[in-house]
């Protein structure tokens, strides 16, 4: 039950901030114990990319789940009356941009309710807006993806994650290569393990 509880809370840590983060970081008390550093260092070389931008209309749609995220505790019945509220919205004629910021904002309500297998499913329904939003936002994704991943001892799914993230990011720092290390490691590839 212990490492149950260890392995949600990571999962939630690991989650929570990566999408609140950009949003929310100055009103979150616990920021730096949440905070998710995607691993590629800052760079100049970091691709940027023209995405669509939010209209009004779906920016205050979006107000009621966001005010959810500024509470410095949420109940559970918070939580899904905001994952009910963002399931009642009809996304047909959303642009991209919006349409990731849909599923990523369900993600973190899954997060919040420890539905890991939920979060994962919108994370990757995210990453089908994948060119419509900054390669940031994807790379965080991704690496979040390959961290759960890993959390839940599927050494091949965060190696497949971790691999995708390492082509799209300019210079990985220390911290993707001790994942990946560890993951490697957990593999029994010790020679991969060892290079990194």
């Known amino acids: 039950m212990k490492l149950l509880t260890l392995k949600a809370f990571k999962a ?7 999408f609140v983060a950009p949003v929310l970081v100055s009103h979150t008390p616990i920021a730096p114990l949440l905070s998710v550093q995607a691993v590629a260092q800052e760079d100049e070389e970091q691709e940027t990319r023209r995405v669509p931008a939010m209209s009004p209309r779906v920016g205050r749609a979006f107000e009621p789940v966001l005010e959810v995220f500024e509470i410095e505790n949420p109940t559970e019945a918070q939580w899904r009356e905001s994952l009910e509220l963002l399931q009642s919205y009809d996304i047909e004629r959303w642009n991209g941009y919006e349409r990731a910021m849909f599923w990523r904002y369900q993600a973190g309500i899954y997060a919040s ?3 890991f297998e939920n979060m994962k499913r919108c994370f990757i329904e995210m990453l089908a807006y994948r060119n419509d939003v900054q390669p940031r936002m994807e790379q965080d994704t991704i690496l979040t993806l390959a961290r759960l991943e890993a959390m839940e001892e599927n050494w091949d799914g965060a190696l497949s994650w971790l691999t995708e993230w390492w082509g799209l990011v300019p210079s990985p720092n220390v911290d993707a290569y001790e994942l990946r290390a560890m993951i490697n490691y957990n593999k029994s590839n010790f020679r991969d393990a060892l290079s990194d």
């Open 12 to 18: 939630t840590a690991l989650v929570g901030a990566m």
């Open 113 to 115: 309710l420890e539905d």
